[in-house]
């Protein structure tokens, strides 16, 4: 079965500063993986996928997120974050015979002018 | 509409009391999921359904809960019995296949349940 960690439940960090949310899981199979994002009073989407291929994978507003493979890892990054990026992040998994997406807790990410 | 509906938005019952929650996901969408989110947690699978397979029903947390869905239309979660701990917020979300290939899920805006 798989499972996500997401240890830090929020992370502060000031306008234009770097950022990264970190995000582990646990699979004995390979793995599909994703990170949601939800910003205030908005339901889930979709912010990037790795599914295969290149192991870096990037979204449309900045954020890049890394598979590793040998650290069971996919931590999303921004070299320098919003004050619109202020939202909840989860990590979510998925692979081999099951299609159940399963999630972490969330990260809230406070951006501070 | 174009997205997942989800309907009542709001809930407010009584303990012992039934409820329905209703999810009307995109036309076309042939998986649906069905996740709870308690106040300060993540999400919690509860259970999906992938065109004519069996349900996958392994997140259910008790016989209190069950689920349906009509093909690969609507779906109602029932909550029989209410518990306090049951208060959340229900979020159902379709898929166009797999997730694997294609790797988004669409949400709807959830259902709150209160449950007094």
Redesign the interface.
């Known amino acids: 079965a798989q499972s996500v960690t ?1 240890l830090d439940s929020q992370v502060p960090v000031f306008e234009e500063a770097p950022v990264e949310l970190r995000c582990n899981y646990s699979s004995s199979v390979s793995v ?1 993986l ?1 990170w ?1 994002v939800q910003y205030p009073n908005q ?4 912010l990037l ?1 790795y ?1 295969s291929g290149s192991t870096l994978v990037e979204s449309i507003n900045g954020f890049e997120a890394e598979f590793n493979k040998s650290q069971t890892s996919f931590h999303l990054r921004k070299p320098s974050v919003h004050i619109s990026d202020t939202a909840e992040y ?1 990590c979510a998994v ?2 081999g015979a ?9 990260t809230l990410l406070a951006v501070q002018p | 509409g174009a997205g997942v509906s989800q309907s009542p938005s709001n809930k407010v019952t009584e303990k012992g009391k039934d409820v329905e929650l209703r999810c009307d996901p995109i036309s076309g969408h042939t ?1 649906l ?1 069905w ?1 709870r989110q308690r106040l300060g ?3 919690e ?1 509860l259970i ?1 359904f ?1 065109g004519n397979s069996a349900p ?1 029903k ?2 259910l947390p008790s016989d209190r809960f069950s689920a349906e869905r009509t093909g690969e239309s609507v779906s109602t979660l029932t909550i029989q019995r209410t518990q306090q701990e049951d208060s959340a917020v229900y ?1 159902c ?1 379709s898929s166009l296949a ?3 290939n294609t ?3 669409f ?4 259902s709150r349940l209160t449950v007094l």
């Not at chain 2, 949400?107 to 959830?110: A, L, P, T």
């Open positions: 997401q599909y994703f949601y339901g889930l989407q979709l996928k599914l989860f998925s692979g099951t299609n159940k997406l399963i999630f972490g807790t969330g | 998986a999921y996740y947690q993540g999400l699978f999906y992938q996958d392994s997140g979020l979300a797999l997730v694997g790797g988004e899920l949400f709807g805006e959830g």
